[in-house]
DNA sequence: TGGGCTATAGTTAGGAC
DNA sequence: AGTCCTAACTATAGCCC
């Protein structure tokens, strides 16, 4: 049998609470520039953490790049969160990497939408989607892919620097 | 005055208790198809709402690209939260639009950081940003762009296609 | 696949350091 | 900017539909 005599927690309840907790607070852009700091910094993390258990837990690529209220870039993906500014130039060429690989599957899921849906993009549409995916030429090879038929180069740069990046 | 009965309670507690609830599960791949697909799509629910959030509160940009477990592509950044499957063609003009702004913020960063830190980037890194960022060429303007310096194209294509999208 | 539900796990606001 | 703290908020596992 447990006695608990209400007014008397209640009382307690104030004299011994030592922090407000969490808040409630509506979603709009904080004016204080000092919390605005705080919160980004706390919720980027927080939300890089879920990043890597969604991808873990599901095994799938997830990308993110988000820019602080400094300008400061950070970066998840395959190059897992790194922030620009500590990379020495071997990281960034991992960076890359996986920039690149994640460029390539993102041209093949658009490749593969043109095609599902019989798609015939107008030449605007398509040189956009070149633009956007980083390659300059268009044809859809055998495996899905939009390659560059005349050299194989990726945005007119050698082979070598991009053939291993293929998947 | 509040009484209760504590074996009553807990009795009460395991027969009205209706679901398990949230049970602890350690960040691994998950064996069941079927639950990790239910997995993915509520995870992948909640880390986009909390993105949006983060954008939000602290006005800055962030972009995410997912790939779900069927291979199917869910983005958000500047074009918000539409998987490509559904894009209509002046909907991927929009997404292009983002892509390309984003792009353009992550050349910015890199040549910030390349003037701040007087780093003197060796071709190779040099060839890889470029690949990275989508642009070929790699002088350094004065907004701090990487930019074509030999036609103001971006990939080869004809500047009125992205003129607009220079920040 | 996406909604509902509940109980619990996990995140985070606000504070101090 | 990062760490710790607590209380309160939100997300979500496991279930059903």
């Given at each position: 049998m447990v006695v608990i005599n209400?007014?008397?927690?209640?009382?307690?309840?104030?004299?011994?609470?030592?922090t407000k907790g969490s808040q409630k607070i509506e979603i709009k852009k904080l004016e204080d520039k000092n919390s605005l700091q705080v919160t980004f910094s706390k919720r980027r993390s927080g939300l890089f953490n879920k990043a890597m258990e969604l991808s873990v837990l599901c095994g799938v690529e997830v990308g993110?790049?988000?820019?602080?209220?400094?300008?400061?870039?950070?970066?998840?993906?395959?190059?897992?969160?790194?922030?620009?500014?500590?990379?020495?130039?071997?990281?960034?060429?991992?960076?890359?990497?996986?920039?690149?690989?994640?460029?390539?599957t993102v041209a093949s899921r658009i490749s593969e939408m043109m095609m599902k849906n019989h798609c015939l993009m107008p030449l605007v549409a398509a040189t956009m989607v070149a633009i956007a995916t980083g390659l300059d030429v268009l044809p859809i090879n055998n495996?899905?892919?939009?390659?560059?038929?005349?050299?194989?180069?990726?945005?007119?740069?050698?082979?070598?620097?991009?053939?291993?990046?293929?998947?």
């Open positions: 209400n007014i008397n927690k209640n009382v307690d309840h104030k004299k011994t609470k030592i993110i790049v988000v820019f602080s209220p400094n300008g400061k870039m950070f970066v998840i993906g395959c190059w897992w969160d790194e922030s620009i500014d500590k990379m020495r130039l071997e990281e960034l060429e991992e960076y890359v990497k996986g920039l690149m690989k994640l460029r390539l495996n899905g892919f939009v390659v560059d038929g005349n050299s194989n180069s990726v945005c007119g740069f050698d082979d070598r620097f991009t053939q291993h990046l293929r998947m």
